[in-house]
């Protein structure tokens, strides 16, 4: 089983529908981490969190909320979805050093 | 300006050739470094970290990192069709608050 599991793996959801991407982690880290990947930009941070009760903003958090129901869950929900958020979405855990990330298989979505 | 520049490729080469993979940094207040691979349809994973200046030696891959002239690369020798995937670097603070991932460089070996 693989130590950071996403769910779902591939969506496709319409305009304006709510939609949450769930991680789960076996790694027992604290820090877990939403990126963003897009072609030609990279991995860019939306939200990560370094513990259960700490919740933080990354570069691009707009659109976007998160909740750490516990230290081994992460979940990234979009209120109401718009095309530019089209995308491949990675989920990541790492210890407190954070020399390593370790990253989910992703989910691609499609808002139509 | 992106803080991290890296060239997206593609890049191809045949089987055995020494490769060479390279970004440019903008803020000198970075200390760690790394690459990451990522296979098609999977998600990054840790190639190599560095600390500082210097050279990483670790089976094929080297990671260097040339802090004066924000500088970092990835030079792998005897390349294999294995490493064909996407090589991504990345930048980081110290105490890990901030990672800034390059765009990733697409890597190609030919049989």
């Known amino acids: 089983d693989a130590d950071v599991t996403q769910t779902p793996r591939n969506r496709i959801t319409k305009t304006g529908k709510r939609i949450m991407l769930e991680c789960s982690q076996t790694k027992g880290h604290d820090r877990m981490y939403w990126y963003r990947q897009d072609p030609g930009l990279g991995l860019r941070l939306i939200y990560y969190?370094?513990?259960?009760?700490?919740?933080n903003k990354g570069e691009i958090s707009d659109g976007y909320s998160v909740s750490r129901q516990a230290q081994a869950k992460f979940s990234l929900s979009l209120e109401s979805a718009i095309p530019n958020q089209t995308a491949l979405y990675f989920c990541a855990t790492s210890q407190q050093d954070n020399t390593e990330a370790f990253f989910g298989q992703g989910t691609r979505l499609t808002v139509v | 300006q992106k803080e991290v520049e890296q060239d997206p490729g593609p890049l191809s080469v045949p089987e055995g050739a020494i490769v060479s993979l390279n970004c440019t940094y903008s803020n000198s207040a970075f200390q760690y470094f790394m690459w990451y691979r990522q296979y098609s349809r999977k998600g990054p994973e840790l190639l190599m970290y560095t600390y500082s200046s210097g050279n990483k030696e670790d089976g094929r891959f080297t990671a260097q990192v040339d802090k004066s002239s924000k500088y970092i690369s990835l030079f792998i020798r005897d390349s294999q069709p294995s490493d064909s995937a996407t090589y991504l670097c990345a930048i980081q603070n110290t105490g890990g608050f901030k990672t800034i991932f390059g765009a990733g460089t697409r890597l190609f070996v030919k049989a």
């Open positions: 969190s370094f513990d259960v009760k700490d919740i």
